[in-house]
């Protein structure tokens, strides 16, 4: 049974730190996992991967997927110690907990289906 919600855009964009704290806040206090796409305009490789990470929170619509523009939102990317994009960071509880750096979709989605099913057993 599809509903409005599962039409409208899976991936949020963070355009401030109050946003990102937000939504860091509201994932953690519903205990759903985090993914963040760190990505900048004007990285190539970084856009080429937006409609795979669209794709992801499709599949994965427990967890919480968040885009931030490393150059609009300096403090976030800075916090995690962002250095090259893409990077992809999995967070819980708004801890990192995974994190990969640059396009590699094969490995971005391992490591989030680990970390979600872990999630989803230690609940079971």
Not at 19 to 41: D, G, K, L, M
Not at 78 to 103: H, I, N, Q, S, Y
Request: charged share 25%; proline share 6%.
């Amino acid at each position: 049974m599809e509903t409005t919600e599962e039409n409208k855009p899976r991936v949020v964009v963070i355009d401030s730190l109050e946003s990102w704290e937000s939504y860091v806040t509201q994932a953690s206090n519903q205990n759903s996992p985090i993914v963040v796409h760190f990505t900048a305009s004007w990285c190539m490789p970084s856009v080429a991967m937006n409609p795979f990470f669209e794709e992801l929170a499709l599949i994965y619509p427990d967890a919480l997927f968040l885009t931030v523009d490393v150059d609009e939102v300096k403090e976030v990317a800075k916090r995690f110690d962002v250095k090259a994009m893409p990077t992809f960071v999995v967070l819980k509880d708004g801890a990192p907990l995974e994190k990969v750096v640059g396009a590699n979709p094969e490995e971005i989605k391992k490591r989030i289906d680990t970390f979600v099913h872990s999630i989803r057993d230690s609940l079971a």
